[in-house]
């Protein structure tokens, strides 16, 4: 069984602070230390690239790509999907496509909405990207989260019933007669290693694939504590959250990486498409 390891390509403001919260160059160097990781691994990954980081790094999401890595679009802005008018949704995506395409001369085939934020609020969203010309999206959640997540998804790879759009949700296990997120960002943070790795052996025992998501910002150890020291007002609350540890990453990346075979998103909706015919 071949899994996903998938990154949004972002950094820590735009996520956790708000989208008009401008870029730094942390970027850059926690998504160099992503690679060389990858790389020591020997893992594809696909990275769903931000628009705005594009747009200001060029040269890092060229890096991206000349390692070998699937480049796909997670939007210009980051702005949540069900926040948006379908004419604002449109036009951002749009931006993010022709911003990937100039830059790597690769027009993404793999959409994923900031924040999942592709809910029951916003599902309107799937037939304007298979308009766009998307191949896939990697969106839902199907778990009953406070934020976003649409618990009646299916848990699987499957098509969109209002247009041709393949939907690759994230990973969920199932326990007490619910969906529960486990195999990334926070919950891959601040849940024990081995409770992920279970989850994902549990996951692949049902003849699914593992989605797992990462950010490139989860590796900086010493992020928060240097933005409040350079005048960053970040709520102590999200202060401890965010920077709770992250020094345990790396290495739990290792032991599943050891663990697991991953392959490309692209190349898994690949094998799933040839399945289904």
């Known amino acids: 069984m071949r899994n996903c390891f998938s990154i949004d390509l972002e950094d820590w403001g735009q996520s956790t602070l708000g989208p008009a919260t401008p870029l730094t160059d942390r970027v850059v160097r ?41 480049i796909a679009s997670h939007g210009y ?33 793999g959409y994923r909405a900031p924040a999942f934020s592709i809910t029951e609020r916003s599902l309107w969203a799937p037939p304007i990207l298979a308009e766009l ?29 209002s247009c041709g759009l393949i939907e690759c949700p994230m990973t969920t296990a199932q326990w007490l007669g619910r969906n529960w997120p486990v195999c990334g960002g926070g919950y891959f943070r601040l849940l024990p290693g081995w409770l992920a790795r279970t989850a994902i052996r549990r996951v692949n025992a049902e003849g699914l694939p593992a989605v797992i998501y990462m950010h490139p910002y989860e590796i900086d150890v010493n992020e928060l504590r240097e933005l409040k020291a350079a005048g960053w007002a970040i709520p102590p609350k999200t202060h401890f959250m965010q920077s709770l540890f992250r020094g345990r990453i790396e290495g739990r990346l ?16 690949e094998r799933w498409t040839a399945a289904a015919a």
């Open 30 to 70: 926690n998504t160099q230390r992503m690679l060389d990781l990858l790389a020591c691994q020997g893992v594809r990954a696909t990275f769903f690239v931000l628009g705005l980081v594009a747009e200001k790094f060029p040269d890092t999401v060229r890096a991206v790509h000349a390692a070998g890595h699937e």
């Open 77 to 109: 802005g980051h702005e949540l999907v069900f926040r948006l008018t379908p004419e604002a949704f449109r036009a951002d995506v749009r931006r993010s496509i022709e911003l990937i395409e100039s830059v790597t001369g690769v027009r993404p085939r």
């Open 133 to 161: 010309g998307f191949t896939y999206s990697s969106s839902v959640f199907p778990f009953a989260g406070r934020r976003y997540g649409i618990p009646t998804a299916p848990r699987g790879i499957h098509r969109w019933d």
């Open 254 to 269: 290792r032991k599943l990486f050891r663990a697991f075979e991953f392959e490309t998103m692209g190349k898994m909706i």
